[in-house]
């Protein structure tokens, strides 16, 4: 079902189509909280005030339930710390049971021990570990409300833990580049090759557009059409709102449906997506407002084609070799477009380092 379902897809994105059938996003962000415990001056929710709400149970089931079929992969994240949501290691499970794999992205600030271990003990796939900094000062700038000897001590437990048990768990530790911690790439990165357990350590480029407003992709760049609009990942907030894309909510996009009122399939292929589709397909999609302001990055149609050769799983693994492939310049550029004006730093060798 779900090989059919990504070929369904892969042919819709090919050909264009507006209206995909029967055919359903193979990825999905689903937010379960809305909480947050920090200040973090580039994120979207100091823009866009959250309630302290947790996504509730009638609405995840109701996804996962009418998403099993075709689901490969869902990020149980979105503009909360996933770690305040009670239920977080019950929907882990709960997807587990419907053969749909999930990964988490943490500010680090709750993971003490006995969380580490009943963390390790979930099918968890991958967690993204959030560590914007590598002094104090930088650190605490970005995740105010954080402590920075706390944080980096509670990442290197798991990262010990997860090593000594021989789990399969992916952890990558991130950094978004920024203009107080540009300078401390070398630093962080050394400091994490050190730490077993660690399997990747990515640094990565700010997508949002509250730090450095003059962001975005210039008309010229959207030569394709955009994959999430046909594979996903769609974004489910945690009142059951459903979006495009993981960049359309924080764009001020508008809700394509409500999951708690409308099914996944009325949904993905409403007649505002399908509209949105068919601007993407005329190239006219830097004339939609959160289109033209959207600072992530553009892949070319064969890698979209490619991604939906395989499960979503391993997708999400290969998508950081890709990045190297085309930032040391063994790919050529184009086959992923960077967000514009703001210039491209050049890449170091090891800016994005995948660790055996």
């Keep these: 079902m779900r090989i059919l379902n990504r070929a369904k897809l892969l042919a819709g994105y090919l050909l264009g189509r507006h209206d995909l059938g029967s055919a359903l996003p193979v990825e999905y962000i689903v937010e379960t909280t809305a909480k947050c415990n920090l200040y973090c001056p580039m994120c979207p929710r100091e823009t866009h005030k959250q309630p302290k709400e947790d996504m509730t149970?009638?609405?995840?089931?109701?996804?996962?339930?009418?998403?099993?079929?075709?689901?490969?992969?869902?990020?149980?994240?979105?503009?909360?710390?996933?770690?305040?949501?009670?239920?977080?290691?019950?929907?882990?499970?709960?997807?587990?049971?419907?053969?749909?794999?999930?990964?988490?992205?943490?500010?680090?600030?709750?993971?003490?021990?006995?969380?580490?271990?009943?963390?390790?003990?979930?099918?968890?796939?991958?967690?993204?570990?959030?560590?914007?900094?590598?002094?104090?000062?930088?650190?605490?700038?970005?995740?105010?409300?954080?402590?920075?000897?706390?944080?980096?001590?509670?990442?290197?437990?798991?990262?010990?833990?997860?090593?000594?048990r021989g789990s399969s768990l992916q952890i990558v530790v991130q950094m978004i580049r920024l203009e107080k911690n540009a300078a401390e790439v070398d630093e962080f990165m050394e400091f994490w090759k050190a730490v077993p357990g660690v399997d990747q350590i990515r640094i990565k480029e700010d997508e949002t557009d509250l730090l450095s407003p003059a962001g975005g992709h210039a008309p010229e760049d959207w030569k394709h059409p955009c994959h999430y609009l046909w594979r996903g990942a769609m974004y489910v907030k945690h009142n059951g709102d459903v979006y495009p894309c993981c960049q359309s909510y924080m764009l001020d996009g508008a809700p394509m449906g409500n999951i708690a009122q409308q099914s996944m399939p009325e949904i993905f292929n409403?007649?505002?997506?399908?509209?949105?589709?068919?601007?993407?397909?005329?190239?006219?999609?830097?004339?939609?407002?959160?289109?033209?302001?959207?600072?992530?990055?553009?892949?070319?149609?064969?890698?979209?084609?490619?991604?939906?050769?395989?499960?979503?799983?391993?997708?999400?693994?290969?998508?950081?070799?890709?990045?190297?492939?085309?930032?040391?310049?063994?790919?050529?550029?184009?086959?992923?477009?960077?967000?514009?004006?703001?210039?491209?730093?050049?890449?170091?060798?090891?800016?994005?380092?995948?660790?055996?």
């Design 270 to 356: 409403s007649s505002a997506m399908q509209e949105l589709r068919r601007r993407h397909v005329a190239g006219e999609a830097s004339q939609v407002p959160m289109c033209s302001r959207c600072r992530t990055t553009i892949p070319h149609p064969l890698l979209v084609a490619g991604s939906l050769l395989f499960h979503g799983e391993t997708v999400r693994k290969l998508l950081p070799l890709v990045e190297r492939l085309t930032y040391f310049s063994k790919l050529p550029r184009r086959f992923l477009t960077p967000q514009r004006p703001v210039p491209a730093p050049v890449p170091r060798k090891d800016e994005l380092v995948q660790i055996k």
């Design 57 to 164: 149970d009638e609405v995840f089931t109701r996804l996962v339930s009418e998403t099993r079929e075709s689901a490969e992969h869902v990020m149980l994240i979105g503009l909360g710390e996933p770690f305040m949501d009670k239920q977080i290691f019950s929907r882990i499970e709960y997807c587990e049971r419907h053969n749909i794999a999930t990964l988490l992205s943490s500010n680090g600030t709750f993971l003490d021990e006995a969380t580490c271990a009943k963390l390790l003990d979930t099918p968890l796939k991958h967690i993204t570990l959030s560590m914007d900094g590598a002094r104090k000062e930088s650190f605490e700038h970005y995740r105010k409300g954080a402590r920075f000897e706390k944080v980096r001590d509670n990442f290197v437990r798991l990262c010990r833990m997860k090593h000594e």
